[in-house]
Protein backbone atom coordinates (compact mmCIF):
# COMPACT_ATOMS: atom_id res chain seq x y z
CA UNK A 1 0.00 0.00 0.00
CA UNK A 2 1.36 3.58 -1.06
CA UNK A 3 2.53 5.85 1.66
CA UNK A 4 0.63 9.31 1.72
CA UNK A 5 2.91 12.23 0.96
CA UNK A 6 3.43 13.87 4.22
CA UNK A 7 3.78 18.00 3.54
CA UNK A 8 4.50 20.51 5.90
CA UNK A 9 2.18 23.32 6.40
CA UNK A 10 2.15 27.00 8.91
CA UNK A 11 -1.15 28.27 9.73
CA UNK A 12 -0.50 31.89 10.84
CA UNK A 13 -3.87 33.12 13.66
CA UNK A 14 -4.36 36.04 15.56
CA UNK A 15 -1.35 36.79 18.06
CA UNK A 16 -3.06 35.09 21.35
CA UNK A 17 -4.64 32.37 19.72
CA UNK A 18 -1.87 30.02 19.06
CA UNK A 19 -2.84 27.69 21.55
CA UNK A 20 -6.50 27.13 20.63
CA UNK A 21 -5.47 26.79 17.37
CA UNK A 22 -3.26 23.91 17.17
CA UNK A 23 -5.82 21.95 19.72
CA UNK A 24 -8.08 22.44 16.90
CA UNK A 25 -5.92 21.66 14.35
CA UNK A 26 -4.93 18.41 16.53
CA UNK A 27 -8.91 17.92 16.51
CA UNK A 28 -8.86 17.73 12.78
CA UNK A 29 -6.22 15.40 12.18
CA UNK A 30 -3.46 17.01 11.34
CA UNK A 31 0.51 15.80 12.59
CA UNK A 32 3.43 17.44 14.10
CA UNK A 33 1.83 20.38 15.24
CA UNK A 34 3.74 23.12 16.97
CA UNK A 35 2.55 26.21 18.23
CA UNK A 36 5.25 28.98 17.49
CA UNK A 37 4.34 33.09 17.98
CA UNK A 38 1.88 34.21 15.03
CA UNK A 39 0.81 30.80 14.20
CA UNK A 40 0.79 26.92 14.21
CA UNK A 41 3.65 24.76 11.80
CA UNK A 42 1.54 20.90 11.41
CA UNK A 43 1.74 18.16 9.00
CA UNK A 44 -0.25 16.15 6.86
CA UNK A 45 -1.52 15.12 3.49
CA UNK A 46 -2.73 17.41 0.40
CA UNK A 47 -6.15 16.22 2.02
CA UNK A 48 -4.94 17.81 5.57
CA UNK A 49 -4.26 20.93 4.15
CA UNK A 50 -7.45 21.29 2.43
CA UNK A 51 -9.80 20.37 5.31
CA UNK A 52 -8.06 23.03 7.59
CA UNK A 53 -9.15 25.43 5.25
CA UNK A 54 -12.69 24.34 5.10
CA UNK A 55 -12.83 23.84 9.05
CA UNK A 56 -10.31 25.91 10.59
CA UNK A 57 -12.49 28.62 12.41
CA UNK A 58 -8.94 30.16 13.90
CA UNK A 59 -6.39 29.92 11.29
CA UNK A 60 -5.83 33.44 9.31
CA UNK A 61 -4.51 31.62 6.36
CA UNK A 62 -2.91 27.58 5.51
CA UNK A 63 0.19 27.68 3.66
CA UNK A 64 2.24 25.42 2.52
CA UNK A 65 5.87 25.23 2.93
CA UNK A 66 7.57 24.21 -0.53
CA UNK A 67 11.50 24.90 0.03
CA UNK A 68 13.17 25.42 3.12
CA UNK A 69 17.00 26.37 3.85
CA UNK A 70 20.15 28.51 5.52
CA UNK A 71 21.11 31.82 4.01
CA UNK A 72 23.99 34.21 3.62
CA UNK A 73 22.65 36.16 1.18
CA UNK A 74 20.54 37.32 -1.26
CA UNK A 75 22.38 34.74 -3.72
CA UNK A 76 21.58 31.88 -1.50
CA UNK A 77 17.54 32.45 -1.00
CA UNK A 78 17.61 32.96 -5.19
CA UNK A 79 19.09 29.39 -5.27
CA UNK A 80 16.59 27.64 -2.85
CA UNK A 81 14.07 29.68 -5.06
CA UNK A 82 15.37 28.69 -8.29
CA UNK A 83 15.66 24.65 -7.39
CA UNK A 84 12.35 24.89 -6.42
CA UNK A 85 10.27 22.67 -8.91
CA UNK A 86 7.68 25.28 -9.81
CA UNK A 87 6.17 24.29 -12.82
CA UNK A 88 5.26 20.60 -11.12
CA UNK A 89 2.91 23.14 -8.54
CA UNK A 90 1.24 25.55 -10.88
CA UNK A 91 0.74 26.77 -14.12
CA UNK A 92 2.90 29.00 -16.45
CA UNK A 93 -0.48 31.00 -17.68
CA UNK A 94 -0.87 31.73 -13.83
CA UNK A 95 -0.39 34.97 -12.18
CA UNK A 96 1.90 35.08 -9.28
CA UNK A 97 2.46 37.56 -6.26
CA UNK A 98 5.87 37.68 -3.97
CA UNK A 99 5.58 38.37 -0.25
CA UNK A 100 8.25 38.61 1.44
CA UNK A 101 8.41 39.31 5.59
CA UNK A 102 11.36 38.66 8.00
CA UNK A 103 12.13 39.11 11.86
CA UNK A 104 15.92 40.00 12.65
CA UNK A 105 16.88 39.23 9.06
CA UNK A 106 20.43 40.17 8.29
CA UNK A 107 19.71 41.25 4.55
CA UNK A 108 19.16 44.99 4.12
CA UNK A 109 16.25 44.97 1.34
CA UNK A 110 13.50 42.96 1.61
CA UNK A 111 12.55 44.42 -2.18
CA UNK A 112 15.29 43.26 -3.31
CA UNK A 113 14.79 39.43 -1.71
CA UNK A 114 11.40 39.85 -3.44
CA UNK A 115 13.23 40.56 -6.81
CA UNK A 116 15.42 37.75 -6.75
CA UNK A 117 12.78 35.47 -6.08
CA UNK A 118 10.28 36.61 -8.57
CA UNK A 119 13.62 36.08 -10.86
CA UNK A 120 14.17 32.67 -9.63
CA UNK A 121 10.57 31.33 -10.11
CA UNK A 122 10.57 32.93 -13.82
CA UNK A 123 14.19 31.83 -14.73
CA UNK A 124 13.44 28.35 -13.62
CA UNK A 125 9.58 28.42 -15.42
CA UNK A 126 11.88 29.55 -18.38
CA UNK A 127 14.17 26.82 -18.37
CA UNK A 128 11.38 24.12 -18.36
CA UNK A 129 8.49 25.33 -20.01
CA UNK A 130 10.11 27.93 -22.49
CA UNK A 131 8.13 30.96 -21.11
CA UNK A 132 7.82 33.13 -17.69
CA UNK A 133 4.58 33.43 -15.48
CA UNK A 134 3.51 36.94 -15.06
CA UNK A 135 2.86 39.49 -12.24
CA UNK A 136 -0.13 40.48 -10.90
CA UNK A 137 -0.12 42.43 -7.19
CA UNK A 138 -3.47 43.10 -6.83
CA UNK A 139 -5.56 39.45 -7.98
CA UNK A 140 -2.60 36.82 -8.19
CA UNK A 141 -3.41 33.21 -9.04
CA UNK A 142 -0.88 31.93 -7.03
CA UNK A 143 1.54 33.65 -3.80
CA UNK A 144 4.28 32.90 -2.76
CA UNK A 145 4.67 34.13 0.89
CA UNK A 146 8.83 33.95 2.01
CA UNK A 147 9.83 34.28 5.75
CA UNK A 148 13.46 35.39 7.13
CA UNK A 149 14.88 34.45 10.08
CA UNK A 150 18.25 35.77 10.94
CA UNK A 151 19.71 32.66 9.30
CA UNK A 152 16.55 30.41 7.27
CA UNK A 153 14.73 30.84 4.68
CA UNK A 154 11.12 29.60 4.15
CA UNK A 155 9.28 29.71 1.39
CA UNK A 156 5.51 28.41 1.03
CA UNK A 157 2.56 28.48 -1.50
CA UNK A 158 -0.56 30.10 -0.22
CA UNK A 159 -3.49 27.55 0.31
CA UNK A 160 -6.26 29.45 1.03
CA UNK A 161 -6.02 32.85 -1.30
CA UNK A 162 -8.62 35.46 0.63
CA UNK A 163 -7.54 35.44 4.50
CA UNK A 164 -9.71 32.50 6.44
CA UNK A 165 -11.41 35.39 8.11
CA UNK A 166 -13.37 36.09 5.29
CA UNK A 167 -15.96 33.31 5.45
CA UNK A 168 -18.51 34.57 2.91
CA UNK A 169 -21.64 34.99 5.38
CA UNK A 170 -20.85 38.92 6.19
CA UNK A 171 -23.49 40.82 4.09
CA UNK A 172 -23.60 44.33 6.27
CA UNK A 173 -21.02 45.40 8.45
CA UNK A 174 -20.60 48.44 11.28
CA UNK A 175 -17.39 50.09 11.16
CA UNK A 176 -14.38 48.47 12.87
CA UNK A 177 -16.04 44.70 12.93
CA UNK A 178 -14.64 42.26 14.88
CA UNK A 179 -12.52 39.57 12.43
CA UNK A 180 -14.74 36.52 12.35
CA UNK A 181 -11.42 34.21 13.41
CA UNK A 182 -10.91 36.42 16.19
CA UNK A 183 -14.25 35.92 17.23
CA UNK A 184 -14.20 32.26 17.40
CA UNK A 185 -11.03 32.21 18.87
CA UNK A 186 -12.59 34.01 21.95
CA UNK A 187 -15.22 32.07 22.20
CA UNK A 188 -13.02 29.09 22.59
CA UNK A 189 -10.89 31.31 25.09
CA UNK A 190 -14.35 31.62 27.02
CA UNK A 191 -14.87 27.77 27.23
CA UNK A 192 -18.21 28.24 25.27
CA UNK A 193 -19.67 25.28 23.77
CA UNK A 194 -22.69 24.53 21.60
CA UNK A 195 -25.54 24.76 24.42
CA UNK A 196 -24.41 27.09 26.43
CA UNK A 197 -26.53 30.10 27.15
CA UNK A 198 -24.52 33.33 25.24
CA UNK A 199 -25.08 36.84 25.19
CA UNK A 200 -23.64 39.45 23.64
CA UNK A 201 -25.11 42.99 25.21
CA UNK A 202 -22.83 45.06 22.78
CA UNK A 203 -23.34 42.93 19.17
CA UNK A 204 -22.96 45.07 16.31
CA UNK A 205 -23.06 43.14 13.65
CA UNK A 206 -23.44 39.93 14.47
CA UNK A 207 -19.44 38.79 14.42
CA UNK A 208 -19.71 36.91 18.05
CA UNK A 209 -23.70 35.29 17.35
CA UNK A 210 -23.07 34.37 13.67
CA UNK A 211 -19.79 32.27 14.70
CA UNK A 212 -21.33 30.78 17.42
CA UNK A 213 -24.49 29.42 15.49
CA UNK A 214 -22.31 27.99 12.83
CA UNK A 215 -20.47 26.22 15.45
CA UNK A 216 -23.31 25.17 16.88
CA UNK A 217 -25.12 24.07 13.88
CA UNK A 218 -21.74 22.89 13.13
CA UNK A 219 -21.02 24.71 9.52
CA UNK A 220 -17.95 24.54 7.98
CA UNK A 221 -16.76 28.22 7.95
CA UNK A 222 -15.20 27.58 4.38
CA UNK A 223 -18.19 25.44 2.98
CA UNK A 224 -19.09 28.59 0.73
CA UNK A 225 -16.14 30.29 -0.81
CA UNK A 226 -12.69 28.94 -2.91
CA UNK A 227 -9.56 28.48 -1.78
CA UNK A 228 -5.76 29.05 -3.84
CA UNK A 229 -4.97 25.44 -3.56
CA UNK A 230 -7.93 24.71 -6.46
CA UNK A 231 -5.63 26.20 -8.88
CA UNK A 232 -2.46 24.29 -8.11
CA UNK A 233 -1.35 21.37 -9.97
CA UNK A 234 -2.30 19.24 -6.77
CA UNK A 235 -5.66 20.29 -6.90
CA UNK A 236 -7.67 16.50 -6.66
CA UNK A 237 -11.41 18.00 -7.11
CA UNK A 238 -12.93 14.57 -6.52
CA UNK A 239 -11.22 14.52 -3.53
CA UNK A 240 -12.23 17.71 -2.78
CA UNK A 241 -15.85 17.57 -3.94
CA UNK A 242 -16.11 14.54 -1.08
CA UNK A 243 -14.70 16.70 1.31
CA UNK A 244 -17.57 19.39 0.06
CA UNK A 245 -19.98 16.39 0.46
CA UNK A 246 -19.06 15.48 3.82
CA UNK A 247 -19.45 18.85 5.44
CA UNK A 248 -22.67 19.81 4.19
CA UNK A 249 -24.32 15.81 5.27
CA UNK A 250 -22.68 17.24 8.96
CA UNK A 251 -24.98 20.42 9.00
CA UNK A 252 -27.17 20.37 11.87
CA UNK A 253 -31.00 21.31 11.06
CA UNK A 254 -31.42 25.53 11.96
CA UNK A 255 -33.31 25.56 15.24
CA UNK A 256 -33.36 27.98 18.10
CA UNK A 257 -30.44 28.41 20.01
CA UNK A 258 -29.73 29.31 23.21
CA UNK A 259 -27.92 32.50 22.09
CA UNK A 260 -28.57 36.15 22.42
CA UNK A 261 -28.11 39.48 20.80
CA UNK A 262 -28.73 43.28 22.01
CA UNK A 263 -27.51 46.41 20.78
CA UNK A 264 -28.27 49.92 22.03
CA UNK A 265 -28.54 51.01 17.79
CA UNK A 266 -31.01 50.07 15.62
CA UNK A 267 -28.25 50.36 12.82
CA UNK A 268 -26.19 47.94 14.52
CA UNK A 269 -29.26 45.19 15.06
CA UNK A 270 -30.56 46.10 11.36
CA UNK A 271 -26.50 44.62 10.38
CA UNK A 272 -27.05 41.89 12.93
CA UNK A 273 -29.93 40.69 11.37
CA UNK A 274 -28.94 41.04 7.67
CA UNK A 275 -25.90 38.80 8.59
CA UNK A 276 -28.19 36.06 10.20
CA UNK A 277 -30.88 36.66 7.83
CA UNK A 278 -28.96 35.99 4.56
CA UNK A 279 -27.13 33.11 6.66
CA UNK A 280 -30.13 31.23 7.43
CA UNK A 281 -29.55 31.79 11.30
CA UNK A 282 -32.62 34.33 11.65
CA UNK A 283 -34.79 31.79 13.42
CA UNK A 284 -31.59 31.26 15.30
CA UNK A 285 -31.07 33.95 17.92
CA UNK A 286 -32.83 36.39 19.87
CA UNK A 287 -32.45 40.01 19.15
CA UNK A 288 -33.17 42.96 21.11
CA UNK A 289 -32.67 46.18 21.32
CA UNK A 290 -31.49 47.75 24.43
CA UNK A 291 -28.70 49.94 26.05
CA UNK A 292 -26.23 47.57 27.50
CA UNK A 293 -26.81 49.47 30.79
CA UNK A 294 -30.22 48.04 30.99
CA UNK A 295 -28.74 44.23 30.15
CA UNK A 296 -29.78 41.38 31.91
CA UNK A 297 -29.09 37.74 32.23
CA UNK A 298 -30.98 35.94 29.51
CA UNK A 299 -30.54 32.40 31.48
CA UNK A 300 -29.10 31.18 35.35
CA UNK A 301 -25.88 30.64 34.07
CA UNK A 302 -23.68 31.34 30.47
CA UNK A 303 -21.19 33.14 28.75
CA UNK A 304 -21.05 36.29 28.03
CA UNK A 305 -18.90 37.91 25.64
CA UNK A 306 -18.55 41.92 24.46
CA UNK A 307 -16.49 44.09 22.37
CA UNK A 308 -17.14 47.36 23.36
CA UNK A 309 -16.18 50.18 21.15
CA UNK A 310 -12.86 52.45 22.21
CA UNK A 311 -12.41 56.28 22.27
CA UNK A 312 -10.45 57.84 19.14
CA UNK A 313 -11.50 61.35 20.74
CA UNK A 314 -11.77 63.09 23.95
CA UNK A 315 -15.78 63.18 24.13
CA UNK A 316 -15.73 59.45 23.75
CA UNK A 317 -13.48 58.84 25.64
CA UNK A 318 -15.52 60.94 28.68
CA UNK A 319 -18.42 58.62 27.27
CA UNK A 320 -16.53 55.53 28.21
CA UNK A 321 -14.80 56.43 31.54
CA UNK A 322 -18.53 56.71 32.65
CA UNK A 323 -19.57 53.74 30.89
CA UNK A 324 -17.42 51.33 32.27
CA UNK A 325 -18.45 51.59 36.06
CA UNK A 326 -21.84 51.38 34.78
CA UNK A 327 -20.94 47.88 33.38
CA UNK A 328 -19.35 47.00 36.38
CA UNK A 329 -22.66 47.35 38.09
CA UNK A 330 -24.85 45.39 35.77
CA UNK A 331 -22.76 42.70 35.95
CA UNK A 332 -22.96 42.61 39.92
CA UNK A 333 -26.60 42.83 39.67
CA UNK A 334 -27.95 40.93 36.83
CA UNK A 335 -25.13 38.20 35.65
CA UNK A 336 -24.09 35.89 39.15
CA UNK A 337 -23.29 32.18 38.01
CA UNK A 338 -22.11 34.02 34.36
CA UNK A 339 -18.72 33.87 32.96
CA UNK A 340 -18.12 37.41 31.34
CA UNK A 341 -15.55 38.76 28.48
CA UNK A 342 -14.89 42.06 27.32
CA UNK A 343 -12.36 42.40 24.12
CA UNK A 344 -10.82 46.33 24.28
CA UNK A 345 -8.24 48.54 22.74
CA UNK A 346 -8.92 50.47 25.76
CA UNK A 347 -6.35 49.74 28.64
CA UNK A 348 -8.97 51.60 31.04
CA UNK A 349 -11.71 49.51 31.08
CA UNK A 350 -9.73 46.86 33.52
CA UNK A 351 -9.71 49.73 36.39
CA UNK A 352 -12.86 51.45 36.09
CA UNK A 353 -15.25 48.86 35.70
CA UNK A 354 -14.01 48.16 38.96
CA UNK A 355 -14.32 44.29 39.16
CA UNK A 356 -11.25 42.16 39.60
CA UNK A 357 -10.89 40.21 36.75
CA UNK A 358 -9.85 36.24 36.82
CA UNK A 359 -7.66 36.27 33.48
CA UNK A 360 -5.93 38.83 30.96
CA UNK A 361 -4.84 37.64 27.45
CA UNK A 362 -2.90 40.03 25.04
CA UNK A 363 -4.71 39.16 21.42
CA UNK A 364 -4.49 41.54 18.60
CA UNK A 365 -7.61 42.58 16.32
CA UNK A 366 -5.59 43.12 13.10
CA UNK A 367 -3.03 45.54 13.94
CA UNK A 368 -4.36 46.68 16.84
CA UNK A 369 -3.34 45.32 20.37
CA UNK A 370 -6.08 44.56 22.58
CA UNK A 371 -7.25 42.80 26.38
CA UNK A 372 -9.57 40.04 26.74
CA UNK A 373 -10.36 40.62 30.23
CA UNK A 374 -12.22 37.72 32.00
CA UNK A 375 -14.29 38.12 35.13
CA UNK A 376 -16.33 35.14 37.10
CA UNK A 377 -19.38 36.60 38.48
CA UNK A 378 -20.12 35.10 41.96
CA UNK A 379 -22.83 36.81 44.11
CA UNK A 380 -21.10 39.16 46.28
CA UNK A 381 -17.34 38.33 45.43
CA UNK A 382 -16.41 40.32 42.42
CA UNK A 383 -16.20 43.70 44.29
CA UNK A 384 -12.74 45.27 43.70
CA UNK A 385 -12.70 46.09 46.92
CA UNK A 386 -13.26 43.11 48.85
CA UNK A 387 -10.79 40.69 46.66
CA UNK A 388 -7.28 41.42 45.46
CA UNK A 389 -6.45 41.24 41.93
Known amino acids: MSQKPT??????????????????????????????????????????GA??????????????????????????????????????????????????????????????????????????????????????????DVSIHCFLDMSRCSIYLD????PLFKRGWRMATNEAPL????AAGILRLAGWAPGTPLYDPMCGSGTFLVEAAMMALNVAPGLN?????EKLNTFNKAKWQALLNEAQAARKPVEPLPIWGSDKFGDALKAARTNLAENGLADCIQLKQMDVVDA???????VMVCNPPYGVRLDEEERLAALYPL?????????????????????????????????????????????????????GSNRKDQVAE
Not at 225 to 229: I, K, M
Request: hydrophobic residues 40%; contains cysteine; aromatic residues 12%.
Open 7 to 48: HQFFAPCPRGLETPLAQELSELGAGGIKAVDGGVHFNGDWLT
Open 51 to 140: KANLWSRLASRILWRVADGQYRSEQDIYKLARDTEWHWLFKVTHTLRINVSAHKSPLRSLEFVTLKIKDAVCDRFRDECGERPNIDKNNP
Open 327 to 379: LGDVLKRHFAGWNCYFLTGDPRLAKLIRLSTTKRTVLFNGALECRLFEYKMRA
Open 159 to 162: FSGE
Open 179 to 182: RENL
Open 296 to 302: SAPAETG
Open 225 to 229: RHFAF
